[in-house]
């Protein structure tokens, strides 16, 4: 069972809109912090936005404003809305998520950093033309 599902990547024009979802399975503790990274071809993966257990939430800068990350614990599922989408939005999106341990008390989580999410999807492609 592929823990994190990512769907919803596309083709947009510059300026338009796409929502990225991704459908966790298997946690049964849930989550301390998940994510949403990204790509661009040719470079590193990058922190796009991440959601901690409490709600806290934090965006890269080249985002900010643009982007917002959510979940639906009922679901189980995290979304990622992106407007207002440039060319340079291009890339590969990851869901990625941190696993809750048994008895961990998750706190705020801001971290943007790959190393800080053990768990990952396939990724969803997202071009974005101008």
């Known amino acids: 069972q592929v823990p994190l599902v990512e769907s919803g990547g596309g083709s947009v024009q510059s300026g338009g809109s796409l929502r990225l979802s991704c459908v966790a399975s298997?946690?049964?503790?849930?989550?301390?912090?998940m994510g949403w990274f990204r790509q661009p071809p040719g470079k590193e993966r990058q922190g796009v936005a991440t959601?901690?257990?409490?709600?806290?939430?934090n965006y890269a800068d080249a985002v900010r404003g643009r982007f917002t990350i959510s979940q639906d614990n009922a679901k189980k599922t995290l979304y990622l809305q992106m407007n207002s989408l440039k060319p340079e939005d291009t890339a590969m999106y990851y869901c990625?998520?941190?696993?809750?341990?048994?008895?961990?008390?998750?706190?705020?989580?801001?971290?943007?950093?790959?190393?800080?999410?053990?768990?990952w999807g396939q990724g969803t492609k997202v071009t974005v033309s101008s």
């Open positions: 990625a998520a941190r696993r809750r341990k048994p008895l961990e008390y998750c706190g705020s989580s801001f971290s943007l950093r790959v190393p800080e999410f053990p768990d």
């Open positions: 959601i901690g257990r409490d709600g806290s939430t």
């Open positions: 298997g946690y049964t503790l849930g989550t301390c912090s």
